[in-house]
């Protein structure tokens, strides 16, 4: 499969709100709400953030659907499975108001002060500054970002011509911070790494997909990691990076093999032998949102990778037991 890399810096959408599929490494092209040629109904934009290290996980999220959002934060423990701390807050009828960043790179301050509840997300050149206060709960990270590439996505959807997934992620980040929640401290240090999950589309009422992500040390360097499938047209590209010591390794379609129990071992592996992970889950972290028209549910699996990865060189990656999660979702939104 010849994947189209965009090299060229554009719009996102062009004059009739129609995406050019395709991947790049950087924000190359601009992105622009304005351009969107769909209802405001169906409008999605997110900011997702995810701190962890070798137990424990931070979860921060600021998005909306349009006709309903959400402010939320979750930490937890994937060894033991205890939820430590689980806020969450539903925005009704928020459309543009939560005025997200049209660039997932560009420095920017993102804002949340209501009801006792206070977010932020400062991106300044290659630092993230998070933030988030409620009662009986407060965490502040620092992520600094360590590779300069990362996976950006843009996907169309057979669907409807206006329909469209324009998505960044950015992992590799090291992550240093502190939680308390009523009275309990925790702290995230030398082994803990950060992601983000930047999103803006249109799509189809009914989506399913599959998606894994980790951070961690290989050999000494920092290895990431970004695979998918499932969601809309990827016959032009995929979501399916590497990253290791400050460079990136594109590759094709991974299938993600898995038996009906969640908790069962799932295998992940690409059609051109540079990808072979089998995870060994520890904690099933579901999430179900009903609300309005909004009927989502999420299995999204913590535990242990263990495998090989290929890079564009030729040398073989040996992954032992990487701490990251796969995810399987179904949504109606």
């Known amino acids: 499969m010849q ?43 997110w900011d997702f ?9 931070l979860q921060l999220t600021y998005g909306h659907a349009s006709y309903a959002g959400q402010v939320a934060a979750m930490l937890f423990n994937f060894k033991t499975g205890e939820v430590y701390a689980n806020i969450s807050k539903l925005l009704a009828f928020p459309f543009g108001s939560l005025h997200l960043p049209e660039n997932a790179e560009q420095d920017s301050d993102v804002r949340y002060d209501k009801g006792g509840i206070h977010l932020r997300f400062q991106t300044q050149g290659d630092t993230r500054c998070l933030s988030f206060l409620a009662p009986g709960f407060e965490a502040n990270v620092t992520l600094e970002r360590k590779n300069p590439y990362s996976l950006v996505i843009h996907i169309p959807f057979d669907e409807y011509k206006t329909a469209f997934y324009y998505n960044h992620k950015i992992n590799c980040m090291t992550a240093r911070g502190r939680v308390v929640t009523d009275d309990r401290e925790f702290l995230f240090g030398d082994d803990a790494f950060g992601l983000i999950d930047w ?16 951070t961690g040390i290989v050999d000494g360097r920092i290895f990431g990691f970004n695979l998918g499938t499932g969601f809309g047209n990827t016959s032009k590209a995929t979501e399916n990076m590497l990253f290791y010591d400050g460079a990136y390794h594109k590759i094709g379609h991974v299938h993600f093999d898995l038996d009906t129990e969640y908790m069962k071992p799932w295998h992940l592996h690409d059609d051109e032998g540079r990808l072979d992970l089998t995870l060994v889950p520890t904690f099933d972290r579901t999430t179900k949102t009903k609300v309005l028209f909004i009927d989502n549910c999420c299995h999204q699996m913590f535990g242990g990778f263990t495998g090989k990865a290929v890079l564009d060189d030729g040398t073989v990656l040996q992954i032992d037991d990487l701490q990251a999660f796969a995810e399987h979702a179904v949504n109606n939104w």
């Open 49 to 57: 953030y995810q701190v962890s290290d070798g137990e424990k996980c």
């Open 199 to 214: 999103g803006r589309g249109v799509w189809p009422f009914h989506n399913e997909w599959y998606w894994s992500n980790g």
């Open 3 to 45: 994947e189209n890399h965009i090299t060229t810096p554009g719009p996102v959408l062009d004059a009739h709100g129609v995406i050019t599929p395709g991947y790049s490494e950087r924000s190359i092209s601009t992105y622009r709400r304005a351009d969107i040629k769909a209802s405001c109904f169906r409008i999605k934009e």
